[in-house]
């Protein structure tokens, strides 16, 4: 994420152009994808987390996929609704694995 921050950074400074953005922030988001995989996979199929990590993981990853279409093919009710859902699922994917983490403490 450190890196799709310094890319949108350099965007607003005019260091970088749009197009090259797009690959600091591709890349910077990878990782924190992953993350999302690997927990989804810990909850669901391992049963190392609570499941709550795992659905809501898995509700970010399928919204995101979702919203990447939708802004692809321009719809945009549909990208703003999508978008929405990201957001909430993220959240309760950061709240269940936060609470997870810190119960097991």
Do not use: N, Y
């Not at 659905?55 to 939708?70: D, K, Q, R, Y």
């Not at 950061?94 to 810190?102: F, K, R, T």
Request: proline letters at 3%; hydrophobic letters at 65%.
């Amino acid at each position: 994420m450190a890196l799709a921050a310094a890319g949108q950074l350099l965007l607003i400074l005019r260091i970088i152009d749009l197009r090259t953005s797009f690959v600091t922030g591709g890349v910077g988001v990878v990782p924190v994808l992953a993350w999302l995989g690997v927990t989804a996979w810990l909850a669901l199929a391992q049963h190392l987390l609570p499941e709550a990590v795992g659905w809501f993981g898995a509700a970010a990853l399928g919204s995101a996929a979702l919203v990447t279409l939708a802004s692809i093919v321009k719809l945009d009710p549909a990208t703003w609704l999508l978008s929405a859902a990201l957001i909430s699922a993220l959240g309760g994917w950061l709240v269940a694995l936060g609470s997870a983490l810190l119960t097991r403490g």
